[in-house]
Structures are given as structure tokens and as C-alpha cells.
């Protein structure tokens, strides 16, 4: 194959939002900050966050640091994201966080996280398939000492705002999955019209 490896798809994309949009939630394919912070608050629910071990998968530019910052919300953070451009920037931003740019998929962490989460992880049509989704869980589940925390876009969203190039789920087929994987499920479609959340606990 030689000595240079093609740069995945999903990482062209991002870094190319990256160099569009720069330091903004527009960078990652979020509408405006108060929609990913409406997000966050719901991740924050699924328990005592407050010197916890936490896994952000496709961390982008590790926004949900930011907004533990903010909260006042004392954590041991990693986020790993197959974006170069987006842990540079999340760098600058917090030099002292652990930023990981690597594939989830290959990714050989050498600890286990009290949570681990995914915002918007799922949220592309293109790169992301029902089985790679399923797998992508289990791993998360996996790595997670408490609970995995992720969220999709809804099936429930109005057909004139859903949009050909992104995943839309729906929240009772989510259910029944999570449900395969854990007793200890639970599903809030309460926050924003469009999304929901599934948090899938260990016990």
C-alpha cells in the first residue's frame, strides 16, 4: 500500500468545516450554540459528573469540555475525533485535556470511562450504516464503567426540516436496541423537537 495511508472521508469533510467555519458549532453540523447546549445539559443528566473519567467520541472541538468548564464541572476528559483539524483547534482551546485525533473504530484506549458519550455522532447518512452504528455502541458500552450517553436526530423532526444527507432515527427502534444491549435504558425526547437521547447504564 506504501508508506501513505488515504485520509478517511469523514475526516476530508470535517476538516474542510474546520477551515470554513473555524472555532463555531457550525464546524461540527450544528445549527447555533443554543441547540448543542440544549444537547449537552441532557448528556449531563445521567449522573454524578463531578471528578469522573468521560469518553467524548468524535469530540469535534471539544465543546462539551467547554461547557463542563462553564458548569463548573470538575472532570477527566478525553475526546478523541477523526478530524485533525478539529483537535488542533480543540487544543488551542484546552492544552491541558487529553485530544486523541485517531478512527473510533481503531481506537485502543488504555483505560476504561466512567461515561462515554456521543453527540451527533451518528449524524450522517453517508458514512454510517445501521450495522456500524450497532457496533459502534457495543464499543462505546464496552469502554463505559456507568453509562454511554448518545444522541440522534429523530424521526419525529418535521419531513420539511429533515435534511437527504443526515441520519434520522427513530426513537422506539433505538429503544429495542439499546434494550438488546442493556436492561437499564433510558430515552428523553423532551428538549428539542428534532432529537432525542439514549442513555444505556452498565446497572
Known amino acids: 500500500m506504501g508508506i501513505f495511508q488515504r485520509k478517511h472521508p469523514l475526516a476530508t469533510h470535517f476538516d474542510k ?7 463555531s458549532p457550525k464546524a461540527v453540523g450544528w445549527f447555533s450554540e443554543y441547540t448543542q447546549y440544549q444537547r449537552y445539559i441532557v448528556l449531563s443528566m445521567m449522573g454524578d459528573w463531578h471528578n ?3 469518553l467524548d467520541v468524535g469530540c469535534g472541538q471539544a465543546d462539551f469540555h467547554t461547557f463542563c468548564l462553564q458548569e463548573n464541572i470538575a472532570t477527566n476528559y478525553t475526546g478523541i475525533d477523526i478530524s485533525q483539524e478539529m483537535i488542533q483547534i ?8 487529553e485530544l486523541i485525533q485517531t478512527d473510533f473504530f481503531k481506537f485502543k484506549p488504555h483505560q476504561t470511562y466512567d461515561f462515554v458519550i456521543g453527540s451527533g455522532l451518528f449524524s450522517y447518512k453517508r458514512w454510517h450504516t445501521q450495522r456500524t452504528i450497532k457496533k459502534g455502541i457495543k464499543k462505546m458500552l464496552k469502554m463505559a464503567n456507568i453509562a454511554v ?3 440522534f436526530l429523530s424521526t419525529y423532526t418535521s419531513k420539511k426540516d429533515q435534511q437527504r444527507s443526515l441520519n434520522y432515527f427513530s426513537p422506539e427502534k433505538m429503544m429495542t436496541l439499546a434494550l438488546t444491549l442493556s436492561p437499564y435504558v433510558e430515552i428523553k425526547h423532551h428538549y428539542l423537537p428534532n432529537d ?3 442513555i444505556i447504564y452498565k446497572k
Open 196 to 198: 432525542f437521547t439514549v
Open 17 to 23: 468545516q474546520c477551515q470554513k467555519h473555524g472555532n
Open 90 to 97: 480543540a487544543k488551542t482551546t484546552h492544552p491541558k485535556a
Open 52 to 54: 469522573k473519567s468521560i
Open 149 to 151: 450517553g448518545i444522541n
